[in-house]
């Protein structure tokens, strides 16, 4: 039997988003920037091969806010995981990195959350270390869309939590 | 008549599918999702796989704004409502096609979206270059006191060995170390006021002051490098302005004294002037003009901006007139901090004029500085004398004994450079040590005086040594004047000039 999992992807507008899905998806990437509004919703199966099956994702790529609080709410329903995804190089798109898992959390008690810090690309590995001891939550990934680091490894991790979940 | 064109229009946009409890779609209007009655509601797109919960929830709506879907190479942006209801296990799933709607949408959001992010990013990429320029600042504070520590103390390292028993060449190789180590001690400190500014340990010193006594000081200083290069210094001072202003005096002198030493730098014949103009006045403030004007090389007009900025140095002209270049962005910083400006004027191979203008307060107590106009006066009719000592601590010792605004000095450390400054400029008197490097002292009166050139062969010569026994009579019987043993008094220095000049 083929087990299908919902995934929502969420966090400030312009943080990548899209571009990761599109990269874990199709292995594509484009520099322009193309607003989502509302919410476009793609499909992938990953194979996980410790336990000789195939999870689908179906993953929500939601529109970016200032605010999470502002997401529609009808958007997170049946959610089984969340990746919170926020931009290395803008300081806003991290700033209530902890106030917006907690309130992910009390959405979704259930639901693995993958804090991700993407475009990895535009900042030095010091650079990264000293993101990393500045930010109290634990960043699960820092990844780049753009160069496709750490991509599958995001999503294939998150897949076989699912899949033992 | 209105029931059929509401419903016909309504058709275009609107689509109803009915799905059973096994969410099967049992009904459907063929707008979007096609030939889907009979298959399950998971299969017609991704959107449905995720909701479950139409089984639990009962007698609810669900509603799904803005949902973006693909179907057969078509982009369309639904909303989708989802009805359970008490009794009845059938759902029904209502789609509004708005995709024009959303496309205007997008287009607005588009905007707003990129303008925030880039204001975001510029204004973090601002905070970093900030946080970097702090950094650099308290790295090269921290770096020149560091390093001011030990360029002082080879300067005193030198001092001790002058005094020791060294030999004409040693003691030659001993001062270009000393001039060295002055110049570097000069970068330094042009780097710790920069740094300072920077940071803003930079403090204003306000008090009172005579700015006839600065221009004096400045003036005097000019004359001496400007003796050194065969140009001619001439300054002027408003009749109109005040005696005594307030403001940071040393600051001032500061901006002057580097404005002037690039006009003299810059400069190889011709004259430098600075000028003290009042552009405006009232009764409590005034508004001074400092005008510096050379005959130097001039700058070209495309690098009249860029002359301000830290360590910029003039195109083409960097090996034969070399320095750091931070002497007038420390101006440009000190003027920016004292609330004054600077313009600059020039052509290349004519000159350059800056104008600097300074806000003063007047000072209410304007007495008259008479001690400073009996000088001014003196200065004018000022002794030149030519120093030639290897020793900087002769050369300080000389300041310190004669006064500056009756003597005008120009030291040199050896007998050559006595030879051609004599060649280059008339001059009082001579003072000269017998022990100078290549050519000594002995040697260089005997060429003085064996010389036809009538504007110095005669020129009263004073012969210093700290060996009298030996000296004093080959100094003599070479025509010298006069000698003083080493050490000397103050009052024996200036008895012995005033017995040799006219």
Known sequence: MKISKKVVLIGHFGVGKSSLIRRFVENTFSDDYKVTIGVHIFKKSVPIPEEGKDVSLVIWDLEGNDDIRETRLSYLLGTNAYIYVFDVSRPTTYKDIDSDILYLKEKCPTAPIKIVGNKEDLLTKKQIGDLNEKIESFIDFFTSAKTGNKVDELFSKLALELINK | ???????????????????????????????????????????????????????????????????????????????????????????????????????????????????????????????????????????????????????????????????????????????VITNINNQLKHILNDILDISKIETGYFKIRTSTFNICNIIGH??????????????????????????????????????????????????????????????????????????????????????????????????????????????????????????????????????????????????????????????????????KILIADPFSKAKTEIETILNKKEYILNFVESGDEVIESLYRSNYDALIMNTKLPKMDGIETIRYIRLSEETSFKDIPVIMVSENAIDEKEVCIKNKANTFIKKPYSKDLLIEKIKSIIT
């Open chain 2, 1 to 175: 008549m209105l029931e059929h064109y509401k419903k016909s229009q309504l058709n275009v946009f609107n689509q109803f599918i009915i799905i059973d409890k096994e969410k099967i779609v049992i009904q459907n209007e063929s707008l979007l999702f096609k030939d889907a009655i009979g298959k399950q509601i998971n299969a017609v797109h991704p959107f449905f796989e995720t909701v479950n919960f139409l089984s639990i929830k009962k007698n609810e709506e669900f509603y799904f704004k803005c949902v973006n879907i693909n179907l057969k190479n078509q982009h369309h942006i639904i909303d989708i409502t989802i009805k359970t209801f008490e009794k009845d296990t059938n759902s029904l799933i209502i789609i509004d096609d708005l995709t024009q709607h959303y496309n205007n949408l997008q287009k607005t959001t588009q905007i707003r979206n990129e303008n925030l992010i880039n204001s975001q990013l510029l204004k973090y990429k601002n905070q970093i270059l900030k946080e970097k320029e702090l950094f650099k600042n308290q790295f090269i504070r921290n770096f020149s006191h560091e390093i001011k520590i030990p360029v002082n103390s080879i300067n005193r390292m030198c001092l001790l060995l002058e005094n020791s028993n060294l030999s004409q060449n040693q003691l030659y190789t001993l001062n």
């Open chain 2, 218 to 383: 400045i003036e005097s200083m000019a004359k001496q490098k400007c003796l050194d290069k065969q140009l001619k210094f001439v300054s002027k001072i408003d009749k109109n302005c005040p005696n005594f202003i307030e403001g940071d005096q040393f600051r001032l002198t500061q901006i002057l004294t580097n404005l002037i030493e690039n006009a003299i730098k810059f400069t190889d014949s011709g004259t430098v002037k600075l000028e003290v103009i009042v552009k405006s006045k009232t009764e409590n403030m005034v508004i001074l003009n400092f005008k510096i004007s050379d005959t130097g090389i001039g700058i070209e007009k495309k690098e009249l901006d860029a002359i301000f900025n830290g360590f910029y140095q003039l195109k083409n002209n960097s090996i034969k007139y070399p320095g750091i270049g931070l002497g007038l962005a420390i101006v440009k910083y000190l003027l920016v901090a004292l609330k004054g400006n600077i313009t600059v004027e020039s052509k290349l191979k004519e000159g350059s004029l800056f104008t600097i203008a300074l806000p003063y307060k007047i000072s209410k107590n304007q007495i008259p500085d008479k001690k400073l106009i009996r000088e001014k006066k003196q200065s004018i009719n000022a002794r």
